[in-house]
T-cell receptor, first 112, second 114 residues
Framework: DGGITQSPKYLFRKEGQNVTLSCEQN?????MYWYRQDPGQGLRLIYY???????QKGDIAEGYSVSREKKESFPLTVTSAQKNPTAFYLC???????????FGSGTRLTVV | KNQVEQSPQSLIILEGKNCTLQ??????????LRWYKQDTGRGPVSLTI?????NTKSNGRYTATLDADTKQSSLHITASQLSDSASYIC?????????????FGAGTRLAVHP
């Protein structure tokens, strides 16, 4: 079955540490996205990539970094520069023009 | 400013009852409007996608309406079930900040009680 997989489901980070969230898709989608979800707010776009080896900042990119070395993979690194990283992170992918938009099951990141 | 506002913020209904969730948007230009269901701790799952020319679209017990003139949409749930308990998110695709993007509402949290 085709789908989009995020791992881990839960992640704990100490102050000052970088952590990387994994996102893999086998839908043959060109575009991939990372969102952050906080209680009482709509999803906010962190980064997106429309093609391999290219990515663009979204609305809240500060303190985050990404790479897109393979079509199937779009990992997100939450750096120590992100001052309030505790949130639910969602990865998504789509075909050209936003068709077939599919979300992963999310990673909950908590700073301890 | 491109925005999507949903109401109510939360809703409690009894099993078997109907309910309607509202979505107002100011996104322009408009491409399409989507309704998603998100179970707690899970990713959103698409219920319907409506373009400018579509007024109504159904998916089982879920019926979405769109009035592009007033920029309003609603999601009607018929004969609710306990499994309908979730957040329902209205999403509008439009052009903002220099690129096509999805603009998300904060969601309506629905609880269906027996």
């Amino acid at each position: 079955d085709g789908g989009i997989t995020q791992s881990p489901k839960y992640l704990f980070r100490k102050e000052g540490q970088n952590v990387t969230l994994s996102c893999e898709q086998n839908l043959n989608h060109d575009a991939m996205y990372w969102y952050r979800q906080d209680p009482g707010q709509g999803l906010r776009l962190i980064y997106y990539s429309q093609i391999v080896n290219d990515f663009q900042k979204g609305d809240i990119a500060e303190g985050y970094s990404v790479s897109r070395e393979k079509k199937e993979s779009f990992p997100l690194t939450v750096t120590s520069a992100q001052k309030n990283p505790t949130a639910f992170y969602l990865c998504a992918s789509s075909m050209e023009g936003g068709r077939g938009y599919t979300f992963g099951s999310g990673t909950r990141l908590t700073v301890v | 400013k491109n925005q999507v506002e949903q109401s109510p913020q939360s809703l409690i209904i009894l099993e078997g009852k109907n309910c309607t969730l509202q979505c107002n948007y100011t996104v322009s230009p408009f491409s399409n409007l989507r309704w998603y269901k998100q179970d707690t701790g899970r990713g959103p799952v698409s219920l319907t996608i409506m373009t400018f020319s579509e007024n109504t679209k159904s998916n089982g017990r879920y019926t979405a309406t769109l009035d592009a003139d007033t920029k309003q949409s609603s999601l009607h749930i018929t004969a609710s079930q306990l499994s309908d308990s979730a957040s329902y998110i209205c999403v509008v695709r439009g052009f903002s900040g220099g690129y096509n993007k999805l603009i998300f509402g904060a969601g309506t949290r629905l609880a269906v009680h027996p």
